[in-house]
């Protein structure tokens, strides 16, 4: 499973409107949404009109591998699965669920869980569960009417090790045992967020058409900075998609499976503490990066991260220039993203020049982000264990 080379991802805005309600959606305002549902009941906004006067078309899965998509053909079979997944998973993960809710108690105190409003099927607004992460007042006042910054610096103690490894989204669980949400689908979004985005991403209120999802590829497979236009293209494709169990299945085992593995692997690194260097530098030699001129020169990259790199000697760099950042991936894939060199920063004696450099478009930002960052849940299949052991074997053969 892997979207992110999909070609209707790198398509620029023309889409045509699904008939007068995206004029409509357009015209609304944050003063038209209800921010305050009660917690037993299901409130309409004023998405609720205009969802259901979308058609629902059902489409036969398309995806390779196995499918993801959010039409079922029968709401009844789909509301039992659900409910069953998630009963089941929280069972499992009832330890888990109970050990955090203790520390966070001991570490910042009530309320232990956080709720807010989301806009939900046909409109309906619901509460949303997290466990608490942040500083509750001030994250309020800072992400009104947009979505947290990066680097905010509100995570509560227990906040931002939560929020990296999604385990505070665990008691969207009881969201979908009530049947609020989904196992896969849409991620859902306040009010204030989808007013704004509805008014500049074309048919962005396909997803109302369903029912919003604890887990969904968008959230699996692109990381947070990525553009909420792609994202919008992808959750579009799905809300056309029919539902397929076992790609649904297979989707909440990886992605189980990669929030554990993160888990673990943050908890290593705070006890032992990071002594090698950062991850993407390495990546730059184990992905044999090369930054490919216009006009076909190219120099290796021996270092980079998200806003600078180091490139071998060569040539005189005139800068601004503009070139392609090329991959290769450990299974034989090239990925590459087209970026701007801006500023050289530093000279060293042996030649190398450090540089500043941004991303072109989103898309490259999404690439970037996947597969040399990594600031996804589920990486590229090249870096799972299982595929790091076969080349291991294959290599001592």
Same mark, same amino acid.
């Given at each position: %499973?892997?979207?992110?080379?999909?070609? *209707?991802?790198?398509? !620029?805005?023309?889409?045509?409107?699904?008939?007068? #309600?995206? +004029?409509?959606?357009?015209?609304?305002?944050? #003063?038209?949404?209800?921010? *305050?549902?009660?917690?037993?009941? &299901?409130?309409?906004?004023?998405?609720?009109?205009?969802? +259901?006067?979308l058609p629902a078309p059902g489409r036969s899965a398309s995806w390779p591998r196995f499918s993801v998509g959010f039409q079922p053909r029968s709401r009844v079979f789909y509301r039992a699965y659900n409910f069953a997944i998630a009963m089941t998973l929280f069972l499992l993960v009832l330890p888990?669920?109970? @050990?955090?809710t203790a520390l966070v108690a001991i570490t910042q105190g009530a309320p232990i869980f956080y709720r807010g409003p989301r806009i939900g099927e046909n409109g309906e607004l619901f509460d949303v569960l997290k466990f608490r992460t942040l500083d509750t007042a001030k994250a309020a006042q800072l992400t009104k009417d947009k979505v947290l910054p990066k680097g905010s610096g509100l995570e509560t103690p227990m906040g931002l090790f939560l929020r990296e490894t999604r385990l505070d989204e665990i008691p969207q669980l009881l969201n979908v045992i009530k049947g609020d949400m989904n196992m896969c689908g849409p991620r859902p979004v306040r009010p204030e967020i989808a007013a704004q985005y509805a008014s500049s991403i074309p048919n962005y209120e396909r997803r109302f058409r369903v029912k919003p999802g604890m887990i969904g590829p968008a959230q699996a497979f692109m990381s947070h900075g990525t553009s909420k236009a792609i994202r919008s293209r992808l959750n579009n494709k799905l809300c056309r998609t029919e539902v397929s169990y076992l790609g649904e299945i297979s989707l909440v085992f990886i992605v189980?499976?990669?929030? %554990? &593995?993160? #888990?673990?692997? $943050?908890?290593?690194? $705070?006890?032992?503490g990071g002594k090698a260097e950062r991850i993407e530098a390495a990546r730059a030699r184990?992905? *044999? %990066? $090369?930054?490919?001129?216009?006009? =076909? !020169?190219? $120099? +290796? @990259?021996?270092? @980079?991260?998200e806003d600078q790199l180091i490139l071998e000697q060569g040539s005189a760099l005139n800068v601004p220039l503009t070139g392609r950042l090329v991959m290769h991936l450990p299974n034989g894939q090239t990925r590459s993203a087209t970026v701007d060199l801006s500023t050289v920063q530093a000279t060293a004696p042996n030649g190398r020049v450090q540089v500043g450099y941004s991303p072109k478009s989103d898309f490259s930002t999404h690439i970037l982000s996947r597969y040399l960052f990594q600031s996804v849940v589920v990486p590229h299949r090249s870096e799972f264990l299982s595929a790091r052991l076969r080349r291991a074997l294959s290599? =001592? #053969?």
């Open positions: %499973m892997d979207f992110s080379t999909n070609n *209707d991802l790198e398509k !620029s805005k023309s889409f045509q409107p699904l008939d007068d #309600t995206t +004029a409509r959606l357009k015209a609304f305002t944050k #003063t038209q949404y209800r921010t *305050d549902p009660k917690p037993s009941v &299901a409130h309409s906004s004023g998405f609720a009109a205009s969802a +259901a006067a888990l669920f109970l @050990v955090i189980g499976v990669c929030v %554990m &593995a993160r #888990t673990g692997s $943050r908890i290593l690194s $705070r006890l032992f184990q992905y *044999d %990066m $090369r930054f490919v001129c216009d006009d =076909g !020169s190219e $120099r +290796a @990259v021996f270092w @980079v991260d290599r =001592g #053969t």
